[in-house]
């Protein structure tokens, strides 16, 4: 157990909707990461957050938002789903205090969209 | 920019036999590189991490790592599998001043007995 936990852990939807996928660091840590992972993509670097800001984007489609709250949690939302963002989108942690760092993984979100 | 390759997609060995799974990495400044394992149905686990110092890494369940610089190579081993490291395996670079981690396309490791 990594002490990231992630909500839900399956999703099924329908294009076009909009889902919030939900992320709690482990206890201390201040870097909270997104990932995508699927069969064509592999894992993606999404975006991270650190203690609240946005610090770093990857391949995050404009569709896609996420932030930090004050108390750490993260989430990620999508919008306007299509077939193609099916994936399992995971959530990593890090203390914060300066590279290189440990990423923990949570167990992700399976996100199916019919 | 950065970008790490996993030669094998699959590789499938018998029990208590030697496994390499292979990983390069394109970078032209310093790099920190990574195994992670998932297990099915899982998330990612910390398998091991070179950072600096020895080019040598070892993990608690018997895997080790080598770093080389000059071939960009961070490969993986382990003398002896057994039936529960059956998993996949990412390696995974960052570059000096940045926290996001680029992955491979993952090795899926089977063990048969």
């Known amino acids: 157990d990594s002490g990231v936990t992630q909500t839900p852990k399956h999703l099924i939807t329908a294009t076009g909707q909009r889902v919030t996928l939900r992320c709690s660091p482990r206890?201390?840590?201040?870097?909270v990461y997104w990932y995508q992972q699927s069969l064509d993509q592999g894992l993606q670097f999404l975006i991270q957050?650190?203690?609240?800001?946005?610090?770093a984007k990857g391949n995050i489609l404009e569709r896609f938002s996420a932030q930090q709250f004050p108390d750490l949690h993260s989430e990620l939302n999508l919008s306007s789903l299509e077939l193609g963002d099916s994936a399992l989108y995971f959530c990593a942690s890090s203390e914060g205090t300066g590279y290189p760092e440990t990423q923990y993984f949570g167990p992700g979100t399976r996100l199916l969209v019919l | 920019a950065q970008s790490v390759t996993q030669l094998d997609s699959q590789v499938p060995v018998f029990e208590e036999a030697p496994v390499e799974l292979r990983c390069n990495y394109s970078?032209?400044?310093?790099?920190?590189l990574f195994w992670y394992v998932q297990y099915p149905n899982q998330g990612l686990q910390l398998l091991l991490k070179y950072l600096s110092g020895s080019t040598l890494v070892e993990s608690i369940n018997g895997f080790e790592a080598e770093f080389n610089k000059s071939q960009t190579s961070f490969h993986l081993r382990k003398p002896s599998v057994h039936i529960s490291d059956t998993a996949e395996y990412f390696c995974a670079v960052t570059e000096g001043g940045s926290e996001k981690l680029v992955f491979g396309k993952g090795t899926k490791l089977t063990v048969n007995p």
């Open positions: 970078s032209s400044v310093s790099v920190y």
């Open positions: 206890s201390g840590d201040l870097s």
């Open positions: 957050y650190y203690n609240g800001e946005e610090r």
